[in-house]
C-alpha cells in the first residue's frame, strides 16, 4: 500500500510533497495510518488531536494514546480539549455539527500559528459511500452524490481512493496499533446504521464495489459540471444584479423547462431549502417574501428579488414552518395542535389553524405595521395601539409580531389580531406560547 500511496500523491497531490503538514489524528485505525504513510514519504508532519470530552476516559485515553504515539515517532503534537456540549448548546446546533465546527476552526489556528501549509483528514472510500448513502436517504440534488471532496482551501483528503478494508490489511501487516471508538458501534445516529446495517450486506454481492462506486461518482461530477455549465448560461438570461440586488424575471423562468429545479440550483447557494414555497412564490401577490438565513426573496410584480439581510437584521426574522412546534430562538416559543382552548393570558393564544397558512414569519414590529385588535372590529396601526397602551421606547423595540402571510396574528405577550379567534365555526385550534 505504501507505494500505491506514493503513487496516488504523485499522480494527485504532488503540491503536498516538501510542504509542512499538519495531520488530523484522532487515534483511530484510519488517522494511524494516513499519518504512519506520510512518515515513511519522509514528510514533514505534525499531529493534531481534539478530546471532545463526550466519552470520559475514553476520550482522555485517546488523547493518551496519541502523545504517545508522536513521542514514539519523534512527531510534533498539538492536543486541545473542548467543551463540545456547551458549544452546541450555545450555538443551537447537534453535538456532531459542534465538533465538526470545533475541530476546522481549532485546525486552522495551528495552520496559521504553526505555518503549516495544509492539514490532511484521514477520509476513506467507505466515509465517502457512507456519505452518499446518507444523502441519498434525505432526498439530496447531485451535488449531494458527488462526494467528499479531496480538497477544500487548505484540507486535503488523500486517503479517499482507498478502502476501510485495505487501510486495515495494512494496519495488521504493519503491526500498527490504534484506538477503537464505542460509540462507533452504536446505532443512534444514522452514519451508524448505514454502515453496519446496510453496506456490509451490499458488499457482500458486490465485489468490485469500490472500482463501481469510483465510476458512478466520476459520472456524476460530470454530470455536475454540465450542470454548472447550463446555469452559467441560465443566471445570464434570468438574473440581472441592480442597485437594490438581485433580479430573477419570472416571464423568462416561466419560459424555460425545469423551473422548479432551475430555482433549485439558482437559490441554493443563497441558503434558500423550502422550494415548493418559491415555486408558488412566481404566482403570489406582490410583496410576499421568503428568508433563509442570510437572505430574502420577495415577489416584486415581474421578477423576483433576491437581497442580502443586514447583520444586523438576521437574528430578527424567523420563518416557521408546519412541522415545527417549538422553536428556541430568537423567543422560545411552542405551536402545538389541540382540540380544545385552555387558560389565556398574555403568553398563550389559541387561533383557528383553517385561517393561518404556514410557513409563519416572526420578526420585529415595523413602522406602517397595522393589525386587527382582538376584539375590535376597526384595524389599527401598531405604532398608535403602543401609544394608547403607554409602551416605553424601550418596551417597543421589544416587541415581535408573529404573521401569516403578512397578517399579524399576534403582537407576541400583548394582544392577538381578531381575525384569527376562536368561534363556533373552528374545527382545529392551534396553541401559540412563548416562554
Given amino acids: 500500500m505504501i507505494q500505491r500511496f506514493r503513487n496516488h500523491i504523485d499522480q494527485y497531490f504532488s503540491f503536498l510533497k516538501g510542504k509542512k503538514i499538519l495531520v488530523a489524528c484522532s487515534g483511530g485505525l484510519d488517522s494511524v495510518v494516513l499519518a504512519y504513510l506520510l512518515k515513511e514519504l519522509n514528510e514533514d508532519i505534525g499531529l493534531a488531536h481534539c478530546n471532545f470530552g463526550l466519552r470520559g476516559k475514553e476520550s482522555d485515553g485517546d488523547q493518551l494514546f496519541v502523545v504517545e504515539l508522536s513521542e514514539r515517532w519523534n512527531l510534533p503534537v498539538f492536543t486541545e480539549t473542548f467543551d463540545t456540549k456547551k458549544y452546541a448548546e450555545t450555538n443551537k446546533i447537534s453535538t456532531q455539527m459542534a465538533a465538526r465546527d470545533l475541530r476546522y476552526q481549532w485546525f486552522e ?43 477544500n482551501d487548505f484540507v486535503v483528503r488523500p486517503l479517499l481512493a482507498f478502502s476501510r478494508e485495505e487501510i486495515f490489511t495494512f494496519a495488521k501487516e504493519k503491526e500498527l496499533h490504534w484506538r477503537e471508538d464505542s460509540s462507533n458501534a452504536q446505532k443512534d445516529y444514522l452514519r451508524n446504521q448505514i454502515r453496519h446495517d446496510v453496506i456490509p450486506p451490499w458488499k457482500k454481492t458486490a465485489t468490485q464495489w469500490l472500482s463501481a462506486f469510483r465510476r458512478t461518482q466520476k459520472n456524476l461530477k460530470n454530470s455536475e459540471a454540465l450542470v454548472q455549465d447550463y ?205
Avoid: C
Fill in 231 to 435: 446555469l452559467q448560461l441560465v443566471s445570464q438570461l434570468v438574473m440581472e444584479e441592480g442597485a437594490l440586488g438581485i433580479s430573477l424575471s419570472i416571464s423568462k423562468l416561466n419560459d424555460l423547462p425545469n423551473r422548479e429545479a432551475l430555482l433549485y440550483e439558482l437559490l441554493a447557494p443563497y441558503g434558500f431549502t423550502a422550494w415548493e414555497d418559491i415555486d408558488h412564490l412566481l404566482s403570489a401577490q406582490s410583496g410576499k417574501q421568503i428568508f433563509s438565513k442570510t437572505h430574502r426573496l420577495i415577489k416584486d410584480r415581474e421578477v423576483l428579488l433576491l437581497t442580502e439581510i443586514p447583520l444586523n437584521e438576521k437574528n430578527e426574522v424567523r420563518i416557521i414552518t408546519e412541522n415545527e412546534i417549538q422553536i428556541e430562538e430568537p423567543l422560545k416559543m411552542s405551536f402545538i395542535p389541540t382540540d380544545k382552548m385552555g387558560y389565556i393570558d398574555n403568553r398563550t393564544v389559541y387561533v383557528d389553524s383553517e385561517k393561518i397558512t404556514f410557513p409563519l414569519t416572526l420578526r420585529k414590529w415595523q413602522e406602517g405595521d397595522v393589525f386587527q385588535p382582538f376584539g375590535m372590529k376597526g384595524k389599527k396601526k401598531l405604532s398608535k395601539f403602543f401609544k394608547d397602551e403607554k409602551l416605553s421606547l424601550a418596551a417597543k423595540k421589544e416587541v415581535w409580531v408573529l404573521l401569516s402571510q403578512h397578517q399579524i396574528i399576534w403582537l407576541v405577550g400583548l394582544r392577538m389580531d381578531d381575525r384569527f379567534k376562536i368561534t363556533p365555526t373552528t374545527n382545529k385550534i392551534l396553541k401559540i406560547s412563548v416562554a
Fill in 109 to 151: 489556528e495551528i495552520r496559521d500559528d504553526f505555518q503549516y501549509d495544509y492539514i490532511v483528514t484521514a477520509h476513506h472510500a467507505d466515509d465517502d459511500l457512507e456519505t452518499f448513502l446518507i444523502n441519498f436517504s434525505r432526498g439530496s440534488g447531485l451535488r449531494g452524490f458527488i462526494g467528499i471532496p479531496e480538497q
